[in-house]
């Protein structure tokens, strides 16, 4: 199968404009991500609607694709991708798998379990989850929580803790329960994240503010592999302080 990796990036962040050019011990968030990625995806590009951004991957020898400034999310910013990779390419590839560029530690085992989802030529769409450790807060809104059917696929998502557990006291829930957290990396086959992309948003996505809620409720399946490896996302100048003083 060909896979191609593509990191969206886009400058205008609400909580940390311009996250994706954050030092980190010398290299911008952005190629720490590429670099990572690329240990895995023999074809990879960053995706932007930002010259500097554009500037700063070309700069470290990385792919670009400029796209639109109106996308909502990583997952339009990648359909746009595509097409446009494979225009420039005269290549078609099969899966198209998100890489979070605001995870710039991001182990590379995670994204060889993406791809090993589509071994199987039923899976659409992809993610991972990965254990509730016990000093994580299952109850945080900010931790999206996923309930998995016995053939490992996504049954829901949601920002509050699933399932309920009746007759359990909240303190005992985490040592009651395996919840599992979302990891928000996707991999979709390239002609079902072209048909998700034109889906208009559904009751469920906006309620919960996840997109990939819209999937499920239009018939797709989602596949979902468990992960032992922790994520490292920045979200904010404080996260960026906090993963330099893991990494650095």
């Not at 390239?190 to 208009?200: G, I, N, R």
């Amino acid at each position: 199968m060909n896979f191609v990796g593509i990191i969206p990036a886009r400058y205008a962040s609400t909580r940390f404009p311009g996250k994706p050019l954050a030092d980190i011990g010398g290299k911008s968030m952005i190629q720490r991500a590429y670099e990572q990625a690329q240990q895995v995806f023999a074809h990879c590009y960053a995706a932007t609607d930002d010259d500097r951004i554009a500037a700063a991957v070309k700069a470290f020898g990385g792919k670009v694709v400029m796209t639109s400034p109106s996308h909502q999310s990583g997952t339009d910013r990648c359909a746009e991708a595509i097409l446009k990779i494979e225009t420039e390419t005269h290549q078609k590839f099969d899966v198209v798998v998100n890489v979070q560029g605001d995870e710039p530690f991001i182990a590379p085992q995670q994204l060889e379990q993406l791809k090993g989802c589509f071994t199987d030529s039923g899976v659409q769409l992809a993610t991972l989850v990965k254990k509730f450790s016990q000093e994580e807060d299952v109850f945080s809104p900010n931790s999206p929580k996923v309930t998995v059917d016995k053939n490992g696929y996504a049954l829901y998502f949601s920002r509050s803790a699933i399932p309920y557990l009746r007759n359990k006291e909240h303190a005992l829930w985490q040592t009651s329960y395996p919840f599992f957290k979302h990891i928000g990396l996707y991999a979709y086959r390239t002609d079902v994240l072209q048909q998700v992309c034109k889906l208009p948003q559904s009751s469920l996505e906006l309620a919960e503010s996840l997109e990939q809620l819209r999937w499920l409720e239009n018939g797709y399946r989602i596949k979902v592999a468990v992960t032992e490896f922790e994520t490292w996302a920045i979200d904010t100048p404080e996260d960026l302080e906090r993963v330099k003083e893991k990494f650095m």
